[in-house]
């Protein structure tokens, strides 16, 4: 177990303010798995979104990929 930690960027299609959030490996995995597309829900305006894994966090895309 590593101590890594993946952020996950994105922004609300609704009202338009950034979302980020950091991981660790062991709670990234727990909150979306292999999902290829995350479930995110922003902290302004509480709308509930997706977007693309390589888009919102790279870095976890990437180990998804290898594995
Ligand atoms: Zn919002």
Known sequence: MSDKRYEV???CPQCGC?????LSEEEI????GDDERFQLECGECLA????ERSEACPE?????RLR
Do not use: G, H, M, P
């Open 9 to 11: 960027k994105s922004s």
């Open 18 to 22: 950034s979302y980020l959030t950091v």
């Open 29 to 32: 995995r727990a909150k979306y």
């Open 48 to 51: 509930a979104f997706e977007k």
């Open 60 to 64: 976890w895309d990437k180990e998804c």
